[in-house]
Structures are given as C-alpha cells and as structure tokens.
C-alpha cells in the first residue's frame, strides 16, 4: 500500500488543522491505520490509531480529547481532525498501515507515508 499524506501547515495555539492521507495499491480497509509524529530532536511516538471497520479508535494520552482519528473506507482515506493544538503537538506527522492485529500495527507498522510538517506557534 502507497501513503500519501497531506494537510499540515502553520496554525496558531488554539487553533485546529485537519490532516488526511490517502491510500492506493492494495485494499484499504484491510489495513489498521494510524498516525505519528516526530518532533526535533525526539524520537517517532504514537498519536491515534484506528481499525479496519472504524469502529474502535485509540490515542494518546497527550492528545486524547483534541485529536480525533477517523477513515473513510470507501475513499481509502484516513484522516487526523488536530483542534486546541499546543506548540509541543509541533512535528513531523507520518500516517502508517499494516494488517498486523491492532496492537502491533500501531506499535511497529510496515507501511509509511512520507509526511507532513505541522508548525504551532504561541
């Protein structure tokens, strides 16, 4: 599966951004999809996931109750709604697949986007 990732940009604290990625090659809802980020200087963490059917969602507790991880199946997307975004959500965000079970999927997925830069400025 190829992963094309978009939607970052440059928002002040407070404010919100959407971020999608888009999925072609193989058959997207068979995939778990998540979210990452990496800030300067620090190491690639987990921010949200979500499963194949879309029902079941996990996150972060550094972005629980501002982030939400949603997919849209049928436009083999999966997108990352940011609101009350902080300076420290500042990084590079990668969306990743695999159709590992959902543990392991989010741990150490095998499929990468190319990432997207999202600035928060105080």
């Known amino acids: 599966v190829q992963l094309q990732a978009s939607g970052g940009g440059l928002v002040h604290s407070g404010g919100s951004l959407r971020l999608s990625c888009a999925a072609s090659g193989s058959t997207f809802s068979s995939y778990n999809m998540g979210w990452f980020r990496q800030a300067p200087g620090k190491e690639r963490e987990f921010v949200a996931g979500?499963?194949?059917?879309?029902?079941?969602?996990y996150y972060a507790n550094s972005v629980k109750g501002r982030f939400t991880i949603s997919r849209d199946n049928a436009k083999n997307t999966v997108y990352l709604q940011m609101n009350s975004l902080k300076p420290e959500d500042t990084a590079v965000y990668y969306c990743?697949?695999?159709?590992?079970?959902?543990?392991?999927?989010?741990?150490?997925?095998?499929?990468w986007g190319q990432g997207t830069l999202v600035t928060v400025s105080s």
């Open positions: 990743a697949a695999d159709k590992l079970p959902a543990g392991a999927a989010f741990r150490t997925p095998g499929y």
């Open positions: 979500i499963r194949r059917g879309g029902g079941t969602t």
